[in-house]
């Protein structure tokens, strides 16, 4: 089987069956962008084949900080969920890269996450494996960052962004610190990924969700998160209130907040929930994927199968 390569030269080098009845599978794409081989998890609809003409809509979801390709099919039922639908779902390599193309103090070059995923990973699909033109966007944490920052960068490209207990005001006060820590924690140069907050202001403004809603009144989109850094309903009783998830959430959740009103207020059309109480783990990011699902595949135009 010869498979095409992205515009850029990006090309498969193999690809792996996950189990019998071949509705999932690994690649691995040699990536221009980002001048190393990264792996991408796909999981096919019934009745989809190789041979097919037809071409089916698309999720691409992102998974957060600190993890990897294989998040959202160990930490949720997204699989069985997917089965449901004639719809392919792609979950691709993000590593610690926060969905951007790296501003290297203005040098760019890679890695450019971006260009990975909003180019790399859509042509290759598109181009040997069917997914469509219809796509949505679905993340959690940095993930949700990126999902809705591609809607804004890449206006039109996505009917549908779902994020989940991501930032989404990345000018809000106390936030510029939280996404440097956060990065130099991952063991990186925080100011190569957007540049220095107070010096590259453009830049940091040119990836901002929240600044970048004018162009996204193409795109339905889905936000959610805790705000108030408290115990929710799926939390371990006895979990420390300085826990890292409640923190984060607490942060989180007004940048979420802001989002949603401002889309409102800019008639984008948005449903929000804004819960409160819970962790920023993936109990809650489950509970939100299943809400907002049936909208994303009705906007897909994905239909249920037998």
């Not at 089916?56 to 969920?81: C, E, F, K």
């Not at 691709?92 to 501003?103: F, H, I, K, L, V």
Request: aromatic fraction near 14%.
């Amino acid at each position: 089987m010869s498979l095409k390569k992205a515009d850029d030269g990006s090309y498969v080098t193999g690809y792996k069956w996950l189990n019998k009845d071949k509705s999932a599978f690994d690649f691995y794409l040699q990536s221009t962008g980002l001048g190393q081989r990264k792996t991408v998890r796909v999981l096919l609809p019934k009745g989809w084949k190789y041979n097919s003409k037809q071409s089916w809509p698309v999720v691409y979801a992102y998974h957060g900080g600190n993890d990897n390709y294989l998040s959202w099919t160990r930490s949720t039922d997204i699989q069985s969920l997917a089965r449901k639908w004639g719809v392919i779902v792609v979950t691709p390599e993000g590593a610690n890269g926060s969905y951007t193309n790296w501003y290297n103090y203005g040098k760019g070059g890679k890695p450019k996450w971006e260009d990975f995923h909003l180019q790399e990973v859509r042509q290759i699909m598109e181009r040997n494996w069917h997914a469509g033109g219809s796509r949505a966007a679905m993340g959690i944490s940095s993930g949700a960052q990126g999902a809705c920052t591609y809607a804004g960068r890449a206006p039109g490209m996505f009917r549908y962004a779902a994020c989940f207990s991501g930032v989404l005001s990345m000018s809000s006060p106390g936030i510029p610190s939280l996404l440097m820590y956060t990065n130099t924690k991952a063991g990186q140069d925080p100011y190569s990924i957007w540049g220095i907050p107070w010096i590259n202001k453009a830049n940091w403004d040119a990836h901002d969700p929240i600044k970048l809603l004018p162009k996204m009144r193409s795109t339905r989109l889905y936000v959610s998160a805790g705000t108030t850094g408290e115990p929710g309903p799926y939390d371990k009783p006895g979990t420390a209130p300085w826990d890292i998830g409640y923190l984060s959430e607490r942060a989180i959740g007004p940048t979420v907040q802001a989002f949603a009103d401002e889309a409102r207020r800019q008639r984008v059309p948005i449903t929000s929930h804004i819960y409160g109480p819970g962790r920023h783990s993936w109990p809650y990011w489950k509970r939100e994927m299943h809400t907002a699902w049936p909208q994303m595949m009705s906007t897909l135009g994905a239909k249920p199968v037998k």
